[in-house]
């Protein structure tokens, strides 16, 4: 199993451009998050889905969209890119609803926007 | 709502040493707790968490945490730290019922040789 997968790792986007975040989880987990970290203040989370075709929004979600269309797949759209998006973020999955199911994290996308 | 406070930025251990590293929680219902490591430059990786039952947890490389429900705590530690150990460590809380974590802003730990 790869895990969860993100892609890119790395990308710089001048303010007002768009672009879309890629998250792939090979794990059949019916549960995806989408968190922000930012130093000294944790991981604050964007969006998230509990399965296929449903989606809800975290503590942050201005300026972004996500979109849920199979199990393996959670990508995350930015529209209109501002400095204030400069963060890593991570992509997570977990098995089911159940409150003890750990989180398994992606290797992250830095995005830096000037 | 459900929150967590790592009180320290930063804990220096030398190596050998015990390390204790401090997480208190509060939760309106039952609390599922969770600790995270993050390596440089990589995600976060599951450590240990404690949902029922015993409440010493034991969990991945050595480490363990204590569950204390009077004082709302659950302090990860390790009895002989090691160089390999220094990280940014994550205390995570979820209430019964609820789909989102609420995480800590993390705990740097420098572990000097």
């Known amino acids: 199993n790869a895990g969860v997968t993100q892609t890119p790792k790395f990308r710089i986007l001048k303010i007002g451009q768009s672009m879309t975040l890629q998250c792939t989880q090979d794990m059949n987990h019916n549960y995806m998050y989408w968190y922000r970290q930012d130093p000294g203040m944790g991981l604050k989370l964007i969006y998230y889905?509990?399965?296929?075709?449903?989606?809800d929004k975290g503590e942050v979600p201005n300026g972004y969209n996500v979109s849920r269309s199979t199990t393996e797949d959670f990508p995350l759209r930015l529209e209109l890119a501002a400095p204030s998006q400069t963060s890593v973020y991570f992509c997570?999955?977990?098995?089911?609803?159940?409150?003890?199911?750990?989180?398994?994290f992606g290797p992250g996308t830095r995005l830096t926007v000037l | 709502a459900q929150s967590v406070a790592q009180p320290e930025d930063q804990v220096n251990v030398a190596e050998g040493n015990p390390l204790t590293v401090k997480c208190t929680y509060s939760?309106?219902?039952?609390?599922?707790l969770f600790w995270y490591v993050q390596y440089p430059n990589r995600g976060l990786q599951f450590l240990l968490k404690?949902?029922?039952?015993?409440?010493l947890v034991k969990g991945s490389y050595g480490f363990e945490a204590e569950f204390n429900k009077s004082q709302t705590s659950f302090h990860l530690k390790k009895p002989s730290a090691l160089v390999s150990d220094s990280a940014l460590y994550f205390c995570?809380?979820?209430?019964?019922?609820?789909?989102?974590?609420?995480f800590g802003k993390g705990n740097q730990v420098v572990v000097i040789p």
């Open positions: 939760v309106s219902g039952n609390p599922y």
């Open positions: 404690y949902i029922t039952g015993d409440n």
């Open positions: 889905s509990v399965g296929a075709g449903i989606t």
């Open positions: 997570a999955s977990s098995s089911r609803q159940g409150s003890y199911n750990e989180q398994f």
């Open positions: 995570a809380v979820r209430e019964e019922g609820n789909n989102r974590l609420a």
